[in-house]
């Protein structure tokens, strides 16, 4: 009998902060999609690339599909709906933790637009009660006509490869796009500052919300297959800039060893990690300064 390939494009949408990042670097077993108890800390389609003997699931990671607050906002969301439309398969993932929400809401109402097949998935289930997981069940299919209805726990693992064995079942036959050892389409430049960006997060709290961007001024390998990174934090305002670099430096120089660990573990090299702070007033709202920093229009 002739083998078959299935292989096809899966986007994973939900209000910010249910665990998309989380369930995808799960997925691929390696870290390309930055995590943040933040919400809106995933700004670009981020790519995963998830392959079998048998099928290959390529994943997009959209921005927390909310009401836009700034040009940056505009962008994230256009990002996230023309993604629906590109797709074989649509992952709605709600945390079961919060209750059901408008955003919820304006997200159901979104994808009544689309014919694509909808799996919702429920994220967290291991921090409720089985009875209340039932009514949030009960709750939701009165809404929409989901394809599938899947319990997870993304952080602990918890039914995530039967969920990639019902994906399969979905996907058509096809061609295998990426070669079976690639993990994502984004440039090695992206993910470090991705991976930068998802340092200074953790390492500022709540006093600088995210208004934070990276830029990648240069990546040098040189002898020994060493690699040179220098990148630039760039925040809105002056009083950022300190918080960012802390008392004598101290915060900057934590982001620094911090992400030249995961820099290391992605390059496979030793790295040299150099960083800068710099403020650039209201870039969110600057379509020049989006630009420069990589969100753009066009691509999408």
């Known amino acids: 009998m002739k083998h078959t390939f299935k292989s096809g494009f899966v986007s ?21 999609a930055i995590m943040s108890d933040k919400p809106q800390t995933t700004r670009n389609k981020i790519q995963g690339v998830y392959t079998e003997d048998d099928a290959q699931v390529v994943f997009i990671d959209t921005p927390g599909i909310h009401k836009p607050k700034h040009k940056l906002g505009d962008f994230m969301m256009k990002v996230a ?65 989901f394809a599938e209805i899947v319990p997870i726990s ?5 039914n995530v490869d039967n969920l990639l064995g019902v994906i399969k079942k979905y996907l058509p036959e096809g061609p295998q796009y990426y070669p ?10 992206f993910i ?15 006093e600088v919300p995210h208004s934070i961007a990276v830029a990648i001024d240069s990546i040098q390998r040189r002898e020994g297959n060493a690699v040179y990174v ?32 995961d820099i ?6 030793k790295v040299f990690l150099e960083l800068w702070v710099k403020v650039q007033k209201d870039w969110r709202n600057k379509m020049s300064n989006l630009r420069d920093l990589g969100f753009r229009e066009d691509e999408y």
């Open 192 to 206: 470090i500052e991705e991976l930068v960006r998802e340092k200074v997060l953790h390492l500022t709290r709540e």
């Open 230 to 261: 220098a990148a630039t934090v760039i925040v809105e305002r002056d009083s950022q800039k300190g918080i960012v670099i802390g008392k004598q430096g101290k915060v900057l120089k934590e982001v620094g060893k911090r992400a030249r660990k």
């Open 12 to 32: 994973i949408i939900g209000r910010p902060n249910v665990g998309k990042s989380t369930f995808l670097n799960r997925v691929i077993g390696q870290k390309i």
């Open 81 to 145: 709906q023309n993604t629906l439309k590109e797709v074989d398969l649509i992952l709605f993932m709600v945390n079961v933790e919060e209750g059901f929400g408008r955003g919820d809401e304006f997200i159901i109402e979104k994808l009544k637009e689309t014919k694509t097949p909808v799996f919702l998935i429920l994220n967290k289930i291991d921090k409720v009660h089985p009875e209340e997981l039932l009514k949030i069940i009960d709750k939701y299919r009165t809404l929409y006509p």
């Open 180 to 189: 079976a050892d690639q993990v994502t389409d984004h440039p090695e430049r």
């Open 154 to 158: 993304a952080l602990a693992g918890n």
């Open 264 to 269: 290391e573990m992605l390059l496979g090299s």
